[in-house]
């Protein structure tokens, strides 16, 4: 796929979500998934597929989909979609499922320093609840 044509079909699906043509910004969003575009940029597409999965409710499509992009990210040592699940776990009261990801990001010693903050603060927030 050429550049102007992700970018064009990118922000299309942008647009839709924004509009909430939820559906038709997810098979946009799917199907720049499965082109030729690069690992991160698939991983991109499929992390706006669970955002609108979790905009329609639908929790545990967005998990199976955050796992997918998971695979996609960690060879490039990327925690986007990992600590974007650790997030959808812990709005979806399974603190403690989100701890153990936001702890599994604390081990990757490529984990950046607004990483590390990010997931320490959430990890102080969801044990307060516990």
């Known amino acids: 796929m050429n550049y102007d044509d992700f970018y064009t079909s990118a922000h299309v699906g942008s647009e839709l979500f924004e509009k ?19 690992p991160l940029d698939r991983a991109n597409m ?17 998990i199976a989909v955050y796992d997918r992009a998971i695979a996609l990210e960690r060879p490039f040592c990327r925690n986007d979609a ?38 320490r603060s959430n990890i102080d927030i969801l044990r307060q609840r516990l």
């Not at 909430?20 to 690069?38: C, M, Q, W």
Request: aromatic fraction near 6%.
């Open 20 to 38: 909430g043509e939820l559906d038709e910004a997810r098979e946009v969003f799917e199907r720049l998934a499965a082109s030729d575009i690069s």
């Open 46 to 62: 499929l992390r706006n597929v669970a955002a609108v999965l979790e905009k329609q409710g639908r929790k545990q499509d967005a």
């Open 82 to 119: 990992l600590e974007r699940k650790a997030v959808l776990l812990a709005e979806s009261n399974q603190p403690q499922a989100s701890i153990a990801l936001y702890e599994e990001i604390l081990r990757q010693p490529y984990a950046t320093e607004d990483e590390k903050y990010r997931c």
